[in-house]
């Protein structure tokens, strides 16, 4: 009853590849999010999805494309990958936009680019 | 430009009491979060402040000033699993005028024997 999943938990690959991130909520949240955690821990957003439509594009690459089938689901593609994709990367999710929704977040997945 | 500080690292000792301080500057303001990160984990809400005051939950709580942009998470009688990463987080507007939350860069807390 894992309230947001994320696969895979770990990804390693080469540099130049195409890679994607799956994410799901089971919480009947209305918003989605996509958050970038770099070794030094800054966690930064890069989209947010509300009602399976686009709402933050944080100056991100646009190797990174997320799709948001349906309001459960938000998953991230990654093409040509470089070596600073490296990192932790969290799917998140909230019953809205207001401050007081509280964010629930994924386990994680760790990228490791070589 | 929109920002929040907090200090970096803070090292207390069990069963002492630690306050991890807060300041943001950010367009617009809907309230300030606390959210709990222990390593190779994911973040974990903690508390949220909408006016201000303290608000206190068991052993943590968490204060705002909106008039001084300033909050503060207190953590008492500390245990070795309070050892974590504390983020403080501000609703505000982007260039976009969206709403977002904008995060701190997270301050690491060692709790020793």
């Known amino acids: 009853d894992t309230a947001v999943s994320q696969t895979p938990k770990y990804l390693v690959t080469q540099m130049g590849n195409d890679k994607s991130i799956k994410c799901e909520q089971n919480l009947g949240h209305d918003t989605m999010y996509w958050y970038k955690q770099d070794s030094k821990k800054f966690l930064k957003i890069m989209f947010s999805?509300?009602?399976?439509?686009?709402?933050i594009n944080e100056t991100v690459p646009n190797r990174f494309s997320p799709k948001s089938p349906d309001k459960a689901h938000l998953n991230l593609h990654i093409n040509s990958l470089e070596l600073g994709d490296s990192a932790v990367y969290f799917c998140a999710s909230s019953r809205g936009l207001d401050m007081q929704d509280t964010q629930y977040f994924g386990p994680g997945t760790r990228l490791t680019v070589l | 430009g929109q920002s929040l500080e907090q200090p970096s690292e803070v090292t207390a000792v069990e069963g002492a009491i630690v306050q991890i301080n807060c300041t943001y500057q950010t367009s617009g303001f809907y309230g300030l979060s606390w959210y709990q990160q222990h390593d190779g984990g994911a973040p974990t809400f903690l508390s949220y402040?909408?006016l201000d005051g303290l608000e206190e939950t068991g052993r943590f709580s968490s204060f705002l000033s909106r008039s001084d942009s300033y909050g503060y998470l207190l953590l008492q009688e500390l245990q070795m699993k309070d050892s974590a990463s504390y983020f403080c987080a501000v609703r505000a507007y982007n260039a976009g005028n969206n709403r977002k939350l904008i995060w701190g860069l997270g301050t690491s807390l060692a709790v020793n024997p």
């Open positions: 402040n909408g």
């Open positions: 999805y509300n009602n399976k439509e686009l709402i």
